[in-house]
């Protein structure tokens, strides 16, 4: 099993940033594939960005790429989603979720954490 925390979510004014935090425990860090989705209201759950164990290779949905930055602390178990130049549209709840490696098939996911952006 995998527990996943989230933290960092907030309110803040477009163009404004924001950092989150997911600290995973239960499994070593190392056999995780991380990743980042989000759900707007009224909308399904859909992909941020990922990162590679090991190679710590990453990957961006189209619309945060260039914006927001995937990361990653193997001594604090900890991985990191900056979000910077924050739209309207980035309003969610975002999710950390972990895959077992190779797979990236994600499934353990934390609770989520609210980013609302005013417009």
Known sequence: QVQLVESGGGLVQAGGSLRLSCAASGRTFSSLNMGWFRQAPGKEREFVANIRRGDDST??????????????DNARNTVY???NSLKFEDTAVYYCAAALVPSFTFRYWGQGTPVTVSS
């Open 81 to 83: 989603l900056q979000m």
């Open 59 to 72: 990957h961006y949905a189209d619309s945060v790429k260039g914006r927001f930055t995937i990361s990653k």
